[in-house]
């Protein structure tokens, strides 16, 4: 079945530094969604990404698209204390169920 | 003006009992999800209905039972708890294949 594997599983960085998370798929994707989740609380939508290589932007947050539709990747540019929480990629195959990563947590030092 | 509720937030039972838990969304979305969320923070789904209809039903163990009385009401109600049903469950909803608003979690822990 459809598996969506995600690196690194922890990251630890300190506050300024970048930090990137991968995501990769088994299968071509006919999406890719991102999502936060601080300590605590419940999954928060980010972004969904739909067209092969594409790229879209949110203040310090960069998500791309593979063109082959089968990976992604999302990047925090001088990470703050606000950044910390688990980032989840999940990808859907076409009519098919949407397929959480394990996620990446993400802790910042100040 | 909460957009995914979903009630219980905490719910402690013995094993052997049956709950249930309460979502509701006011979002006017057409597509409704029971995440189980184990220690691990590993996010899986068990059940998506659409338009009421029930359209994903994964491995789960038929003790899980959902329910959708309309398209903002999705219910799930667990018979014979065990100790391995502990774990947080979280109601999400959207519009088709959309990004997912997810409700705040019902923690459930069985004793």
């Known amino acids: 079945g459809q598996q969506v594997m995600q690196i690194p599983q922890y990251q630890h960085v300190q506050e300024g530094e970048d930090f990137t998370t991968y995501c990769n798929s088994s299968?071509?994707?006919?999406?890719i969604q991102w999502y936060k989740q601080r300590p605590g609380g419940h999954p928060v939508f980010l972004i969904q990404l739909v067209k092969s290589g594409e790229v879209k932007k949110q203040k310090r947050l960069t998500f791309q698209f593979g063109e082959a539709k089968k990976n992604s990747s999302l990047h925090i540019t001088a990470t703050q204390t606000t950044d910390v929480g688990t980032y989840f990629c999940?990808?859907?195959?076409?009519?098919?169920?949407?397929?959480f990563g394990a996620g990446t947590i993400l802790r910042v030092k100040s | 003006d909460t957009a995914v509720s979903q009630t219980p937030k905490y719910l402690v039972t013995q094993m052997g009992n049956d709950k249930s838990i309460k979502c509701e969304q006011n979002l006017g979305h057409d597509t409704m999800y029971w995440y189980k969320q184990d220690s691990k923070k590993f996010l899986k789904i068990m059940f998506s209905?659409?338009?009421?209809?029930?359209?994903i039903n994964e491995t789960v163990p038929n003790r899980f039972s959902p329910k959708s009385p309309d398209k903002a009401h999705l219910n799930l109600h667990i018979n014979s708890l065990e100790l391995g049903d502990s774990a947080v469950y979280f109601c999400?909803?959207?519009?088709?294949?959309?990004?997912?608003?997810f409700g705040q979690g019902t923690r459930l822990t069985v004793v």
């Open positions: 999400a909803s959207s519009l088709s294949d959309r990004g997912a608003f």
């Open positions: 209905y659409n338009n009421k209809e029930l359209i």
């Open positions: 999940a990808g859907r195959e076409y009519g098919n169920k949407l397929v």
């Open positions: 299968t071509t994707l006919s999406n």
